[in-house]
């Protein structure tokens, strides 16, 4: 399931040959440029750090439903504005669906203080994925 939802990503509008690395763990999939390494990881582990307990909830989920979140990190404006044309707005994340999977756009670069807005747009799909009861404050 996760394979084909990889292979949808690659085809969509949201993917782009700039991004060419990725981090991969079980439901959530986090693509960027490589010279974004430092970021991803920094988004990751503290994406780690957020959710906790509530990841392993989150995990048995994908096993059973196959949902993934590609978080996309965009390294500028224009990069995000190709995949997200009709996005307007002063908001640095915009989630979307493509299929059962959901979207994260995030618009770089990303400053210190914009982490929460990645954060609460995932509380949001997990929320709607009824596995939010743990999900604690943003640790920033």
């Known amino acids: ?14 993917y782009s040959p ?4 990725a981090v991969f763990d079980g439901p959530i999939r986090i693509y960027f440029a490589q010279h974004q390494e430092t970021l991803a990881l920094q988004v990751y582990l503290r994406l780690q750090q957020h959710l906790k307990e ?9 096993r059973s439903h196959g949902q993934t979140i590609f978080l996309m990190l965009y ?15 002063d908001a640095n994340v915009t989630a979307e669906r ?6 994260l756009g995030v618009r770089g670069p990303l400053q210190e203080d914009q982490y929460e807005e990645v954060f609460e747009q995932i509380k949001t799909i997990l929320q709607s994925l009824k596995l939010d009861q743990e999900v604690p404050s943003p640790l920033i």
């Open 18 to 21: 700039i991004f060419n690395a």
């Open 75 to 89: 390294p500028s404006l224009d990069s995000f504005q190709e995949s997200f044309t009709t996005f307007r707005g």
């Open 54 to 62: 509530s990841y392993a909830n989150f995990r048995n989920s994908f």
């Open 98 to 103: 493509l299929g059962e999977d959901h979207i």
């Open 1 to 14: 399931m996760a394979a084909q939802s990889v292979i949808h990503l690659t085809q969509s509008r949201y």
